[in-house]
Nanobody
Framework: QVQVVESGGGLVQAGGSLRVSCATS????????IGWYRQAPGKQRELVAG???????NYADSVKGRFTISRINAENTVYLQMNSLKPEDTAVYYC??????????????WGQGTLVTVSS
């Protein structure tokens, strides 16, 4: 199995930067991809950025050019660097890991989330 734990959220002013972390543990070799999602009050959870084992990344249009996802295999950690933050980036940010279970099934695990608040 795989576990993920987020950290690094907090309060920041508009235009500022923040980095959130997703620490993975367990059978990390079985992870296929990791994504950062966010959910604002009253809104659906949405994908912000993702990174695959081959290093390929994808971003939501709303964060392109401002956010960068990076995967440090030696640390079993995925970072989301957020620059030029806007009040509309305020949300709970969740880490999600897709992995292959021993029997071959594709599973996913979510973290508990970390709150990012951007003040205007």
């Amino acid at each position: 199995q795989v576990q993920v734990v987020e950290s690094g959220g907090g309060l920041v002013q508009a235009g500022g930067s923040l980095r959130v972390s997703c620490a993975t543990s367990g059978s990390t070799f079985s992870i296929n991809a990791i994504g950062w999602y966010r959910q604002a009050p009253g809104k659906q959870r949405e994908l912000v950025a993702g990174v695959s084992t081959d290093g390929s990344t994808n971003y939501a249009d709303s964060v392109k050019g401002r956010f960068t996802i990076s995967r440090i295999n030696a640390e079993n950690t995925v970072y989301l660097q957020m620059n030029s933050l806007k009040p509309e980036d305020t949300a709970v940010y969740y880490c999600n890991a897709d992995f292959t279970a021993p029997g071959g099934a594709y599973l996913e695990v979510w973290g508990q989330g970390t709150l990012v608040t951007v003040s205007s």
